[in-house]
């Protein structure tokens, strides 16, 4: 089964937009198999946006990411790399489709509320980057045959 990694960022846990985003992933069928509130570290920020390090805007991420607590989150399921990436709509919210959570929540940019990988290998490595093994439950839902053939 597929996993994706996706963060509430500080601006979304500030704005107390926490539980509407995770019921949109549980809504979807997705199945919540990590979550935790973390005061991210800066090495764990910078190894984190390590992709963008020698854009401009590396340093106001990393700045951002630290300024508050963040919502990091394991999700499963068949397709949850794309599904995910779906629900959480354009990185600009102000492009990003009504009905996704940029979309509906968002308010620009810099402010845009939630990361999710954005491949299933990106996922491995931010799972790994966030969670430790024993961080993450593996359990069955009791509606599951409801949801999958």
Known sequence: MER????IKPDGVQRGLVGQIVSRFEAKGFKLVGLKL????????EQHYDVHKDKPFFK???EFIISGPVAAMVWEGDGVV????K????????TAE???IRGDF??????NLIHGSDAVETAR?????WFKEEELADWEPTIAPWLHE
């Open 60 to 62: 106001g991420l990393v």
């Open 82 to 85: 794309a599904g995910a990436r």
């Open 87 to 94: 629900l959480i709509g354009a990185t600009n919210p102000i």
């Open 4 to 7: 994706t990694f996706v963060a």
């Open 38 to 45: 973390v005061s991210v570290s800066r090495e764990l920020a």
């Open 106 to 111: 968002g308010l620009n940019i810099g402010r």
């Open 98 to 100: 009504p009905g996704t």
């Open 125 to 129: 490595t931010e799972i790994d980057l």
